[in-house]
């Protein structure tokens, strides 16, 4: 076992244990709005990139060492996942994902395959291998997968959604099948990211990405009790990110279902926020990924205000409120990552 003091400011704030500044990563860090990564893109397809894991680990460590953040995070897509359980995906362009055969009827969900151990994911855990040893010691790696029913959402609406009413009706509708489908994905997913940490990933991110679109009563009758079970489920010794969007309403909720860190979006003030959430939890974010489309002075004042209210707390990684937006300039972000680190 390595000695703690020596470990990177990324872990140690998620341990809330004190550090000389404070660690910075971004959600989608690696992506459209690098050059390197559209050309890239331009040999082959979005899938093939994330199930070729020398193209994976390119991608994950090149966009962390060009941005010079705290911790890498495993170039991979929330939605593989659906592949094993019997899901016909395509991310078709200009349209974003698209699952051919969604659920529609309680009786669809009886097609769901279960995924006993992580082999038919093996590109992923081979690319979190790889990234580890192509990492300096320095770089934390996180792992990720998408929260139940954020990846119910799709299996249901058949792609993205403005509303989930589909999502959210079947739910309703039949909250029997509704358990079904939310065991099956929590079961698969723990496996996976048990997985994803025995290869090397040293942090995990569930992102809750659309749970925002639910009453906290609804939350708790039909979603936290999976979230509980799911972080129950993961290795101990792994520092755990619990994120969501939208989650103004919800963050008790989602700190009792767990997570070392809970994440926010610019919707909450960091400190309101981080004051509910009590003693027990480390915060991540929150910047607007749209401030990143301004000025260096506007990114500057805003990366002030977030780091100033969360002054004299030790638990705080800094991130945006959500992934970084395809038209964002790299010299922006780089900006923001400085100043951060200059900051005191
Ligand atoms: C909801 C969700 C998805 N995927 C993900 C989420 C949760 C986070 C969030 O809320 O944004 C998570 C994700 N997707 C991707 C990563 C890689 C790691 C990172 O740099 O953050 C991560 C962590 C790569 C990606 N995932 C996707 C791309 C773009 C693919 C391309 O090259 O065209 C990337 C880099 C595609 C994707 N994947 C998904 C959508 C809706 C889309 C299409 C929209 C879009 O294109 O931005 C599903």
């Not at 290869?199 to 509980?228: C, E, I, N």
Request: hydrophobic letters at 45%.
């Amino acid at each position: 076992m390595p000695d703690r003091h020596e470990d990177p400011p990324f872990l140690k704030a998620c341990r809330r244990e004190p550090t000389e500044v404070t660690p910075i990563w971004l959600m989608r860090q690696a992506g459209r709005y690098m050059a390197d990564y559209r050309e890239l893109r331009s040999n082959v397809s979005f899938l093939e990139l994330c199930k070729t894991p020398e193209l994976a680990t390119e991608v994950t460590v090149s966009a962390a060492e060009r941005l010079g953040v705290d911790a890498a995070i495993l170039f991979a897509d929330i939605l593989l996942i659906l592949e094993p359980l019997g899901f016909d995906l395509e991310f078709s362009k200009g349209d974003g994902p698209v699952i051919h055969n969604p659920v529609v009827e309680p009786k669809d969900v009886d097609r769901l395959r279960e995924m006993p151990d992580a082999t038919p994911l093996g590109f992923v855990t081979e690319a979190v291998a790889q990234i580890r040893a192509a990492l300096p010691a320095s770089i934390p790696l996180i792992g990720f997968a998408g929260a139940p029913f954020t990846l119910a959402c799709y299996a249901i609406e058949g792609g993205g959604s403005r509303h989930y009413d589909r999502a959210k009706a079947f739910m309703y509708r039949d909250p029997g099948a509704w358990d079904v489908v939310m065991s099956r994905l929590v079961d698969a997913t723990a496996v996976y990211l048990n997985a994803q940490a025995e290869a090397g990933a040293q942090a995990l991110q569930v992102f809750d990405s659309w749970v925002g679109t639910l009453s906290p009563s609804d939350y708790k009758r039909f979603v936290q009790p999976h979230m509980r079970r799911l972080f129950a489920a993961l290795p101990a010794d792994v520092p755990t990110i619990h994120f969501g969007t939208g989650t103004a309403t919800l963050l008790e909720a989602q700190r009792d279902a767990g997570g070392s860190v809970i994440g926010l979006d610019w919707r909450v003030e960091l400190d309101e926020a981080w004051d509910r959430l009590g003693p027990g939890v480390a915060v991540q974010g929150n910047l607007d990924p749209v401030v990143l489309l301004s000025s260096r002075e506007e990114i500057e004042r805003q990366a002030r205000r977030i780091l100033d209210q969360a002054a004299g707390r030790p638990g705080h990684v800094f991130n945006l409120g959500h992934g970084i937006l395809p038209q964002t300039p790299v010299d922006h972000v780089r900006a923001l990552v400085e100043y951060v680190h200059q900051a005191r």
